[in-house]
């Protein structure tokens, strides 16, 4: 089954408060489609989206993703308001920079519930309505950091590089009941994701690592002057889904496609370097 073209589509989408999530609400409504939409806080998203969005195809849900019976809940309300599910977009996530040492196990559970287990749980959920259905869309947002990981954002990438193996098997799994799979993966985009009140920083920063202190400064400053267009990236994941063609990955962002032609690159050298003691380790023929 293709992408509905006859009526509106039906959307899942997470994290919607702020950045792509936001946006990504915002050009679905201005579509006509209908639209839940998860976040931590509904009225935050309603004062996003302000008095000149048509909010009556949203449904609006406050959910904490960890929770898998509060996700399960959310999935069956938006089939039960609109009649079906066509696309889920896993986009809920933060970003957190610190030293691997600086980095505490409360901090690593924290995140890895949002960026896996809160997926999975959502997967969970909806897989079955898509499965039935013989058709829809699996858009995970990961990052050009699930690809490459670079000094501070150890954790993070710990939590995409995840993402995207869950995200191979999940298309290998879905391709015979015709669900499709997207892998997104952007650059800096100019939302408030490096701001300080969207990043986590290590509370027990040590004096040892005064490169990664630099880079998180670095990367404070870099607030609006990203390469990145959310406006434009927003209409690309939509295009993606409504074209229902293309690659597993969609890199987002001339930043993103460097840093993962770098990391092909340095595997490649990789692999040849090891051409012939790889199979050293083989019982004999």
């Known amino acids: 089954m293709t992408f509905p ?73 938006t089939t039960e308001r609109f009649g079906g599910l066509d696309a889920v977009v896993n986009n809920a996530g933060y970003g957190f920079l610190a030293a691997v040492e600086e980095t505490g196990d409360r901090q690593v559970r924290d995140m890895l519930d949002v960026q896996v287990v809160g997926v999975w749980n959502v997967l969970r959920a909806a897989l079955p309505v898509l499965r039935e259905r013989r058709g829809g869309h699996i858009v995970n947002v990961s990052s050009v950091l699930g690809l490459t990981a670079v000094p501070g954002w150890a954790l993070y990438c710990a939590g995409k590089f995840a993402l995207e193996g869950l995200s191979e098997a999940l298309a290998a799994e879905m391709a015979e009941f015709g669900v499709k799979v997207t892998i997104v993966e952007p650059g800096y985009f100019r939302t408030d994701f490096l701001t300080e009140d969207s990043l986590v920083l290590s509370t027990e920063a040590t004096p040892h690592y005064p490169a990664i202190r630099e880079m998180i400064s670095d990367h404070l400053k870099l607030q609006d002057s990203q390469l990145g267009d959310p406006v434009k990236g927003a209409d690309a994941i939509i295009s993606r889904v409504l074209d229902g063609d293309g690659p597993l990955r969609q890199l987002l962002g001339s930043d993103a496609h460097s840093y993962a032609t770098a990391k092909v690159e340095t595997l490649r050298a990789n692999l040849d370097a090891t051409a012939l003691s790889a199979p050293a380790t083989d019982f004999p023929a």
Request: net charge negative; no cysteine.
């Open 5 to 77: 073209t006859e009526r509106p589509a039906i959307w899942f989408v997470t994290g919607t408060s702020r950045g792509l999530g936001l946006e990504l609400v915002r050009q679905l409504l201005e579509r006509g489609d209908n639209v839940a939409a998860t976040t931590r806080s509904t009225e935050r998203l309603l004062s996003a989206l302000g008095d000149d969005t048509d909010t009556s195809r949203l449904l609006p849900l406050a959910v904490d993703l960890r929770d898998e019976a509060a996700v399960e809940s959310a999935v069956r309300e």
